[in-house]
């Protein structure tokens, strides 16, 4: 267990026993590993403090997609920040194949919302409608695509699909190649990891955060709090709020098959490897992170109506991870009002984020202030009274 250091209740630590750094990251999931990557870029001094694996770890059961389509309804804000992170993506594949060589698989041929009913169509082209009236002048490219159209794009179509909705913004990653990449680029940076540290919530002043890291007092003027689902916790101590739930999401993965599908769809893509990953379910079952067959045979069964030669391949794993939901399905950033210089972070789609995490928020955060584009995300919208 890792206090944060509470200044008043422990004394003052003696001062040649404390590491500096320029800032702190609890959490070393996608979301911290990303915004500590790009602080590191940023030219800070950082140390990113991890749980370990008795953790709820998203990072590490998700399904990969860089999605954009379904992104923003009702809040174009959060449509324009999920493009600009999928517009950065290419920078961040690139940039951390180079410092790196690890190859995170990135594509972005665009994607595919299959409707398997008339009605599922008509609602679904509503949806793209209104989102492009919302997009306003920033634009919202998309089609809504007919039965043959779609089966000309992507070979072996079940005859249930009745059509798609398509834009050019989608793509997909390997979500686990993309973590170690961050997390290597980070070290090789000179950024300092710190596994197996669970921070416990204390008190922290302003522009003044202190803590233990196993046997070392370490202090920053900055202190970001992307610990996933243990951010619903630590942020009320520095004075922010982070009211987010856990969601299950299981995810089915079959052995590996020649090359198919050029594109991702919301719910079936094919990795790089060959493998055809099924997904992925929105279940409201508290911290329970078991496997539900009734919910796995429902994805198969959807998967082998999109596409029926699924039904010939062998399923080769399954598991059930958490995500992290914020009230509204939007992501939240703060800065602290309390405690300046604490930051928090949390998203359901910290893949998709990770490029806007890693080269737009990071920066700001090295800069010390949140860019008023992000203002829309504050926890302030929930009217919180803990929040900044
Ligand atoms: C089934 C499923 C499918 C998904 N599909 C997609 C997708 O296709 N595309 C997409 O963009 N996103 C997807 N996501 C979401 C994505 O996985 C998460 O947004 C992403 O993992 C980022 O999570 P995070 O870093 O906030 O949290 P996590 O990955 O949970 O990481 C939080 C980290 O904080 C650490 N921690 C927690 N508490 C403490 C503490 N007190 N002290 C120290 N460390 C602590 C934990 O050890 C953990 O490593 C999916 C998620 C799930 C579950």
Known sequence: MTPLYDERRNGVPRE??????????????????????????????????????????????????????????????YQRWTRLSAEEWPGLAAGLRAHTGIAVGHERPGGVHLCLSEAEFAARAAMMARMQREAGNFGFEYRMLDRKEVADLLPGLGPAVVGASYTPYDGHANPLALLRALHRSFVMGGGRYVANSRVEAADAAPGDFRLTAGAEEIAAPKLVLAAGLGNAALAPRVGLAAPVRPQRGQILVTERARHLLPMPTTTIRQTVEGGLMLGDSQEDVGFDTGQNPAVMQVIARRAALSFPWLGALQIVRAWAALRIMPPDGLPIYDQSERCPGAFTANCHSGVTLAAAHARALAPMIAKGALDPMLDPFSARRFDVPAAA
């Open 16 to 77: 040649s026993r404390v590491q500096r750094f320029d800032a702190i990251v609890i959490g070393g999931g996608l979301v911290g590993a990303a915004i500590a990557y790009g602080l590191v870029r940023a030219g800070l001094k950082v140390a990113l403090l991890d749980e370990g694996d008795i953790a709820y770890r998203a990072a590490r059961g998700n399904f990969g997609l860089v999605w954009v389509q379904s992104k923003g309804l009702g809040a174009p804000h």
